[in-house]
Protein backbone atom coordinates (compact mmCIF):
# COMPACT_ATOMS: atom_id res chain seq x y z
CA UNK A 1 0.00 0.00 0.00
CA UNK A 2 1.10 3.40 -0.49
CA UNK A 3 1.85 5.40 3.17
CA UNK A 4 3.07 8.92 3.86
CA UNK A 5 6.09 8.06 6.12
CA UNK A 6 7.89 10.12 8.20
CA UNK A 7 11.49 9.34 7.43
CA UNK A 8 13.52 11.51 8.73
CA UNK A 9 12.40 15.04 10.99
CA UNK A 10 10.60 17.06 8.60
CA UNK A 11 10.99 14.53 5.44
CA UNK A 12 8.42 12.47 4.49
CA UNK A 13 8.89 9.79 1.28
CA UNK A 14 5.26 8.69 -0.29
CA UNK A 15 6.12 4.93 -0.17
CA UNK A 16 4.99 1.58 -0.94
CA UNK A 17 4.73 -0.26 2.64
CA UNK A 18 3.29 -3.71 3.95
CA UNK A 19 -0.25 -3.57 4.68
CA UNK A 20 -0.78 -4.04 8.63
CA UNK A 21 -2.13 -7.68 9.71
CA UNK A 22 -5.04 -6.89 12.11
CA UNK A 23 -4.99 -9.03 14.98
CA UNK A 24 -7.61 -10.86 16.39
CA UNK A 25 -9.34 -8.20 17.97
CA UNK A 26 -8.58 -5.76 15.06
CA UNK A 27 -10.18 -4.06 12.00
CA UNK A 28 -8.52 -3.17 8.91
CA UNK A 29 -9.79 0.09 7.62
CA UNK A 30 -9.32 1.74 4.20
CA UNK A 31 -8.67 5.07 4.96
CA UNK A 32 -10.80 7.48 3.18
CA UNK A 33 -9.93 10.69 5.05
CA UNK A 34 -7.29 11.84 7.40
CA UNK A 35 -7.12 15.20 9.15
CA UNK A 36 -3.63 16.76 9.55
CA UNK A 37 -3.55 17.27 13.49
CA UNK A 38 -1.37 20.73 14.87
CA UNK A 39 0.53 17.74 16.69
CA UNK A 40 1.67 16.22 13.35
CA UNK A 41 2.37 19.09 12.71
CA UNK A 42 4.62 20.55 15.64
CA UNK A 43 5.71 17.16 15.79
CA UNK A 44 7.39 16.24 12.56
CA UNK A 45 10.39 18.84 13.03
CA UNK A 46 11.36 16.71 16.39
CA UNK A 47 10.14 19.32 19.06
CA UNK A 48 7.94 17.58 20.72
CA UNK A 49 9.54 14.09 20.75
CA UNK A 50 6.32 12.27 19.85
CA UNK A 51 6.27 11.51 16.22
CA UNK A 52 9.85 9.79 15.87
CA UNK A 53 10.80 8.68 12.75
CA UNK A 54 10.53 6.34 10.90
CA UNK A 55 6.34 6.86 11.58
CA UNK A 56 3.08 7.12 9.29
CA UNK A 57 1.52 9.99 11.38
CA UNK A 58 -2.28 10.43 10.79
CA UNK A 59 -4.96 10.34 14.05
CA UNK A 60 -8.05 11.96 12.58
CA UNK A 61 -9.28 9.70 10.07
CA UNK A 62 -12.34 7.65 8.65
CA UNK A 63 -12.82 5.13 6.20
CA UNK A 64 -14.42 1.73 5.36
CA UNK A 65 -13.63 -1.43 6.87
CA UNK A 66 -12.05 -3.80 4.42
CA UNK A 67 -11.25 -6.99 6.56
CA UNK A 68 -12.16 -7.87 10.35
CA UNK A 69 -9.88 -9.89 12.79
CA UNK A 70 -10.46 -13.35 13.71
CA UNK A 71 -12.60 -12.55 17.15
CA UNK A 72 -14.39 -9.77 15.99
CA UNK A 73 -18.53 -10.08 15.39
CA UNK A 74 -19.95 -6.64 15.79
CA UNK A 75 -17.96 -5.18 12.38
CA UNK A 76 -18.59 -6.35 9.27
CA UNK A 77 -16.22 -5.40 5.80
CA UNK A 78 -17.82 -2.40 4.22
CA UNK A 79 -18.84 -0.59 7.38
CA UNK A 80 -18.54 3.03 7.40
CA UNK A 81 -16.33 4.24 10.54
CA UNK A 82 -14.39 6.44 12.36
CA UNK A 83 -12.28 5.64 15.48
CA UNK A 84 -10.66 7.21 18.70
CA UNK A 85 -7.43 8.81 18.14
CA UNK A 86 -6.38 7.35 21.54
CA UNK A 87 -6.23 3.06 21.58
CA UNK A 88 -7.22 2.78 25.31
CA UNK A 89 -6.86 -0.55 27.21
CA UNK A 90 -9.89 -1.00 29.03
CA UNK A 91 -8.89 -2.64 31.46
CA UNK A 92 -6.62 -0.19 34.15
CA UNK A 93 -8.29 2.10 37.03
CA UNK A 94 -9.12 4.33 35.34
CA UNK A 95 -10.47 3.06 32.46
CA UNK A 96 -12.50 1.08 34.68
CA UNK A 97 -13.84 4.58 35.80
CA UNK A 98 -14.73 5.57 32.09
CA UNK A 99 -12.04 7.85 32.21
CA UNK A 100 -10.47 6.09 29.04
CA UNK A 101 -8.31 9.67 27.90
CA UNK A 102 -6.44 8.96 31.09
CA UNK A 103 -5.75 5.65 30.78
CA UNK A 104 -1.98 4.21 32.13
CA UNK A 105 -1.44 2.60 28.71
CA UNK A 106 -2.72 5.03 25.89
CA UNK A 107 -1.18 4.81 22.75
CA UNK A 108 -2.28 7.55 20.35
CA UNK A 109 -2.09 6.47 16.69
CA UNK A 110 -0.02 8.07 14.61
CA UNK A 111 2.65 8.84 17.68
CA UNK A 112 6.18 7.60 17.96
CA UNK A 113 7.79 8.52 21.65
CA UNK A 114 9.94 6.78 23.74
CA UNK A 115 7.45 4.13 25.30
CA UNK A 116 5.69 3.36 21.79
CA UNK A 117 4.91 3.54 18.01
CA UNK A 118 2.13 2.74 16.66
CA UNK A 119 1.97 3.51 13.15
CA UNK A 120 -1.56 6.02 12.20
CA UNK A 121 -4.19 6.96 8.77
CA UNK A 122 -2.14 8.38 6.27
CA UNK A 123 -1.96 5.16 4.24
CA UNK A 124 -4.61 3.33 2.29
CA UNK A 125 -4.84 1.37 5.11
CA UNK A 126 -4.68 1.00 8.83
CA UNK A 127 -5.36 -1.47 11.56
CA UNK A 128 -6.94 -0.47 14.84
CA UNK A 129 -8.41 -2.42 17.76
CA UNK A 130 -12.24 -3.16 17.67
CA UNK A 131 -13.09 -1.60 20.82
CA UNK A 132 -12.16 1.61 19.60
CA UNK A 133 -14.33 1.92 16.76
CA UNK A 134 -17.90 4.43 15.61
CA UNK A 135 -19.90 3.64 13.04
CA UNK A 136 -20.50 6.77 10.97
CA UNK A 137 -24.08 8.14 10.86
CA UNK A 138 -25.30 7.83 6.80
CA UNK A 139 -24.55 10.77 4.77
CA UNK A 140 -22.19 11.98 7.05
CA UNK A 141 -18.81 12.86 4.54
CA UNK A 142 -15.66 11.08 5.17
CA UNK A 143 -14.19 14.37 5.11
CA UNK A 144 -16.19 15.74 8.25
CA UNK A 145 -15.95 12.62 9.81
CA UNK A 146 -12.36 12.85 10.20
CA UNK A 147 -12.84 16.12 12.43
CA UNK A 148 -14.83 14.25 14.72
CA UNK A 149 -12.00 14.16 17.04
CA UNK A 150 -11.02 17.94 17.72
CA UNK A 151 -14.90 18.11 18.33
CA UNK A 152 -14.91 16.04 20.98
CA UNK A 153 -12.02 17.41 22.06
CA UNK A 154 -14.16 20.76 22.46
CA UNK A 155 -17.28 18.99 23.39
CA UNK A 156 -15.58 17.08 26.58
CA UNK A 157 -13.97 20.67 27.47
CA UNK A 158 -17.20 21.98 27.53
CA UNK A 159 -18.47 19.06 29.53
CA UNK A 160 -16.03 19.36 32.21
CA UNK A 161 -16.98 22.88 32.93
CA UNK A 162 -20.03 24.01 31.03
CA UNK A 163 -22.00 27.22 31.43
CA UNK A 164 -24.90 27.80 32.85
CA UNK A 165 -27.76 29.84 30.66
CA UNK A 166 -27.04 32.97 30.02
CA UNK A 167 -23.22 32.82 31.32
CA UNK A 168 -20.54 35.28 28.93
CA UNK A 169 -17.99 33.17 28.09
CA UNK A 170 -14.60 33.37 26.68
CA UNK A 171 -12.61 31.47 24.28
CA UNK A 172 -9.02 32.21 24.05
CA UNK A 173 -7.19 30.56 20.53
CA UNK A 174 -9.33 30.20 17.45
CA UNK A 175 -6.93 27.64 16.04
CA UNK A 176 -9.11 24.31 15.20
CA UNK A 177 -9.68 23.46 18.87
CA UNK A 178 -10.76 27.35 19.98
CA UNK A 179 -13.16 27.25 16.88
CA UNK A 180 -14.85 23.83 17.57
CA UNK A 181 -15.00 25.38 20.77
CA UNK A 182 -17.10 28.23 19.89
CA UNK A 183 -19.51 25.84 17.86
CA UNK A 184 -20.25 23.85 20.72
CA UNK A 185 -20.26 26.91 23.44
CA UNK A 186 -23.04 28.41 20.90
CA UNK A 187 -25.37 25.12 21.33
CA UNK A 188 -24.97 25.76 25.01
CA UNK A 189 -27.39 29.01 25.77
CA UNK A 190 -24.34 30.86 27.39
CA UNK A 191 -24.74 34.26 26.52
CA UNK A 192 -22.00 36.48 25.13
CA UNK A 193 -19.60 34.20 23.44
CA UNK A 194 -16.42 35.86 23.21
CA UNK A 195 -13.51 34.87 21.00
CA UNK A 196 -9.98 36.24 20.81
CA UNK A 197 -7.31 35.61 18.60
CA UNK A 198 -4.47 37.52 16.52
CA UNK A 199 -5.18 36.26 13.24
CA UNK A 200 -8.51 38.53 11.36
CA UNK A 201 -9.19 35.39 9.52
CA UNK A 202 -9.55 33.05 12.12
CA UNK A 203 -12.04 35.53 13.73
CA UNK A 204 -14.06 36.60 11.11
CA UNK A 205 -14.68 32.24 11.33
CA UNK A 206 -15.59 32.34 14.69
CA UNK A 207 -18.23 35.13 13.93
CA UNK A 208 -19.81 32.76 11.63
CA UNK A 209 -19.62 29.67 13.85
CA UNK A 210 -21.56 31.65 16.93
CA UNK A 211 -19.20 34.07 18.78
CA UNK A 212 -20.95 36.95 19.45
CA UNK A 213 -17.83 39.36 19.95
CA UNK A 214 -14.99 39.24 18.76
CA UNK A 215 -11.16 40.55 20.39
CA UNK A 216 -8.03 41.06 17.98
CA UNK A 217 -5.66 40.73 20.80
CA UNK A 218 -2.73 41.90 18.24
CA UNK A 219 -4.24 45.37 18.15
CA UNK A 220 -6.24 45.56 21.20
CA UNK A 221 -5.52 44.77 24.94
CA UNK A 222 -7.59 41.88 25.62
CA UNK A 223 -8.18 42.19 29.33
CA UNK A 224 -9.56 46.09 29.11
CA UNK A 225 -11.66 44.88 26.29
CA UNK A 226 -13.52 42.01 28.10
CA UNK A 227 -13.98 43.87 30.67
CA UNK A 228 -15.68 46.57 28.92
CA UNK A 229 -17.46 43.97 27.44
CA UNK A 230 -18.77 42.63 31.10
CA UNK A 231 -19.63 46.26 32.65
CA UNK A 232 -15.97 45.57 34.44
CA UNK A 233 -16.86 42.02 36.10
CA UNK A 234 -15.20 39.72 33.72
CA UNK A 235 -16.76 36.59 32.27
CA UNK A 236 -18.27 33.72 34.04
CA UNK A 237 -16.00 31.12 32.40
CA UNK A 238 -12.84 31.15 30.28
CA UNK A 239 -11.67 28.53 27.90
CA UNK A 240 -8.29 28.39 26.94
CA UNK A 241 -6.83 26.93 23.97
CA UNK A 242 -3.54 28.21 23.31
CA UNK A 243 -1.66 26.74 26.05
CA UNK A 244 1.27 29.87 26.30
CA UNK A 245 2.19 31.96 28.54
CA UNK A 246 0.23 35.09 27.64
CA UNK A 247 -2.76 33.42 27.00
CA UNK A 248 -3.31 31.28 30.12
CA UNK A 249 -2.49 34.58 32.06
CA UNK A 250 -5.48 35.99 30.10
CA UNK A 251 -7.35 33.33 30.48
CA UNK A 252 -7.38 33.70 34.49
CA UNK A 253 -7.66 37.36 35.07
CA UNK A 254 -10.26 37.61 32.38
CA UNK A 255 -13.05 35.79 34.50
CA UNK A 256 -15.25 37.10 37.33
CA UNK A 257 -14.59 36.72 40.49
CA UNK A 258 -15.18 33.16 41.31
CA UNK A 259 -15.62 32.41 37.70
CA UNK A 260 -13.94 28.81 36.08
CA UNK A 261 -11.12 28.79 33.73
CA UNK A 262 -10.92 25.46 31.31
CA UNK A 263 -7.22 24.95 30.28
CA UNK A 264 -7.49 23.14 26.51
CA UNK A 265 -4.08 24.21 25.16
CA UNK A 266 -0.96 22.94 26.34
CA UNK A 267 2.03 24.40 23.99
CA UNK A 268 3.98 25.11 26.63
CA UNK A 269 5.04 22.81 29.17
CA UNK A 270 4.91 25.36 31.93
CA UNK A 271 3.94 28.68 32.73
CA UNK A 272 4.08 31.62 35.30
CA UNK A 273 1.00 31.18 37.34
CA UNK A 274 -0.99 34.60 39.02
CA UNK A 275 -1.69 32.95 42.03
CA UNK A 276 -3.21 35.92 44.16
CA UNK A 277 -5.65 36.10 41.27
CA UNK A 278 -6.47 32.23 41.88
CA UNK A 279 -6.40 32.35 45.36
CA UNK A 280 -7.73 35.50 46.20
CA UNK A 281 -10.41 35.52 43.35
CA UNK A 282 -11.89 31.97 44.30
CA UNK A 283 -11.40 30.49 40.76
CA UNK A 284 -12.20 26.95 39.78
CA UNK A 285 -9.75 25.69 37.38
CA UNK A 286 -10.17 22.71 35.51
CA UNK A 287 -8.16 20.35 32.95
CA UNK A 288 -9.62 19.17 29.87
CA UNK A 289 -7.37 16.27 27.97
CA UNK A 290 -9.05 14.83 24.80
CA UNK A 291 -11.99 13.06 24.99
CA UNK A 292 -13.42 10.13 26.90
CA UNK A 293 -16.74 9.24 25.30
CA UNK A 294 -18.22 12.34 23.28
CA UNK A 295 -17.56 10.20 19.80
CA UNK A 296 -21.11 9.55 19.39
CA UNK A 297 -22.26 12.71 20.32
CA UNK A 298 -20.50 14.22 18.41
CA UNK A 299 -21.12 12.25 15.29
CA UNK A 300 -24.64 12.99 15.94
CA UNK A 301 -24.35 16.37 15.90
CA UNK A 302 -22.10 16.99 12.81
CA UNK A 303 -24.88 14.78 10.83
CA UNK A 304 -27.88 16.71 12.27
CA UNK A 305 -25.62 19.99 11.32
CA UNK A 306 -25.82 21.03 15.34
CA UNK A 307 -21.78 21.19 14.45
CA UNK A 308 -20.61 21.77 10.81
CA UNK A 309 -17.24 20.51 9.53
CA UNK A 310 -17.05 22.18 6.38
CA UNK A 311 -16.21 25.82 7.43
CA UNK A 312 -12.75 24.53 8.85
CA UNK A 313 -12.07 22.67 6.27
CA UNK A 314 -9.47 24.44 4.27
CA UNK A 315 -8.43 22.50 1.40
CA UNK A 316 -8.89 17.98 0.75
CA UNK A 317 -6.02 17.24 -1.52
CA UNK A 318 -4.73 13.33 -2.18
CA UNK A 319 -2.53 11.65 0.18
CA UNK A 320 0.35 11.86 -2.57
CA UNK A 321 0.63 15.57 -2.38
CA UNK A 322 1.06 15.45 1.54
CA UNK A 323 4.47 16.33 2.24
CA UNK A 324 3.73 19.90 0.64
CA UNK A 325 0.32 20.56 2.63
CA UNK A 326 2.61 19.53 5.80
CA UNK A 327 5.26 21.90 4.63
CA UNK A 328 2.58 24.91 3.80
CA UNK A 329 0.89 24.28 7.28
CA UNK A 330 4.60 24.44 8.89
CA UNK A 331 5.42 27.43 7.20
CA UNK A 332 1.82 29.48 8.81
CA UNK A 333 0.18 29.98 5.86
CA UNK A 334 -2.47 32.49 6.57
CA UNK A 335 -5.81 31.07 6.57
CA UNK A 336 -4.98 27.74 6.29
CA UNK A 337 -7.15 25.71 9.10
CA UNK A 338 -7.44 22.01 8.37
CA UNK A 339 -6.07 20.43 5.71
CA UNK A 340 -7.48 16.50 5.36
CA UNK A 341 -5.37 14.03 3.05
CA UNK A 342 -7.35 11.31 1.14
CA UNK A 343 -5.13 8.37 0.24
ZN1 LIG B 1 -5.52 15.65 16.61
ZN1 LIG C 1 -6.53 1.88 30.57
Redesign the pocket.
Known sequence: MKALVLKEYKRFAYEDVPVPEPGPEEVLIAVKACGICGSDVHGMDGSTGRRRPPIIMGHEAAGIISRVGSRVTAWAAGDRVTFDSTI?????E??RRGL?NL????RVLGVSCEDYRQNGAFAEFVAVPQHILYRLPEGLPFEHAALVEPFAIALHAVRRGPPALNDAVVVIGAGMIGLALTQALSRTGCGQLIVADVAPERLALAAKLGATHLINSAIEDSSIAIEQLTDGLGTDRAFEAVGLPATVDLALRCVRKGGAVTLVGNVAPKVEFPLQVAVTRELTICGSCASAGEYPACLDMLARGALNAAPLISAAAPLAEGAAWFDRLYRKEPGLLKVVLQP
Do not use: L, Q, S
Open positions: YCGHCFCICDHR
